[in-house]
Structure formats: C-alpha cells, structure tokens
C-alpha cells in the first residue's frame, strides 16, 4: 500500500523560507513522477512543482525562481524548497504520486493517484 506524508507546514512571515518534505512508503518511489500541489480556501487545487523520475522539474509560474523541487530516491522523499514566501502562497501543499510508472511529466490532479494528507503553509504579511 503506497501511503504519502507531509510535513514541514507552519505560519511563517513574508520574506521567509521554508522546506516542505514528503515521505512516500510502498511502491518504487524512483520508477514515479513526483508533485506539489497547493489549495486556497475557495479555489482549485493546482500543481506548484513536479519532478520527473528523470529528475526533469517544472513549476507553475508564480513561483519560478522562489521554489526548488528535489528528489532523494533513497530517502523515498521529495521535497519543496519555498524560498520569499509571500502571501499568496497561502494554502494547503500537498505531494502527489504520479499514476504511471517511468511516466511523462504531465501536470494535471487527474493524471496522480496517490496524495498526502496535506500540510498548511500559512503566509502573514
């Protein structure tokens, strides 16, 4: 049974950074594309920051240059380096499980199978 942990969430204040890491148990987390999404209140979830098993990263535009996503396949364990964090980046992070296996990086919810139980960035100006 492939299970996913967050952690690493808090209220931290504009400018900070923060380090979001993701513990995944089951499965051949190498074989698997790895995400960050995010959630607001009253809007959809969106993808932050994916990592191909190739190590191949890509990030929504808002956070280009402020967020590193990064692997450690012996670790099972992908993480989110959120660098000047900025209200806005306000929401619940969670990591994701791409469904196939040596999959392409795709960036929709639909296409991850497995996800986190969440962990709560909060952002005070």
């Known amino acids: 049974q492939v299970q996913l942990v967050e952690s690493g969430g808090r209220l931290v204040q504009a400018g900070v950074s923060l380090r979001l890491s993701c513990v995944v148990s089951?499965?051949?987390?190498?074989?698997?594309?790895m995400a960050w999404f995010r959630q607001a209140p009253g809007k959809e979830r969106v993808n932050v920051a994916s990592?191909?098993?190739?190590?191949?990263?890509s990030y929504t535009d808002s956070v280009k240059g402020r967020f590193i996503i990064f692997r450690d396949n012996p670790e099972n364990t992908v993480y989110l380096q959120m660098d000047s964090l900025k209200p806005e980046d306000t929401a619940v992070y969670y990591c994701?499980?791409?469904?196939?296996?040596?999959?392409?990086?795709?960036?929709?919810?639909?296409?991850?199978?497995?996800w986190g139980q969440g962990t709560q960035v909060t952002v005070s100006s």
């Open positions: 990592i191909a098993w190739s190590g191949t990263t």
């Open positions: 994701a499980r791409h469904r196939e296996v040596w999959g392409r990086m795709t960036l929709s919810a639909s296409d991850y199978d497995y």
């Open positions: 089951g499965g051949t987390f190498a074989a698997y594309n």
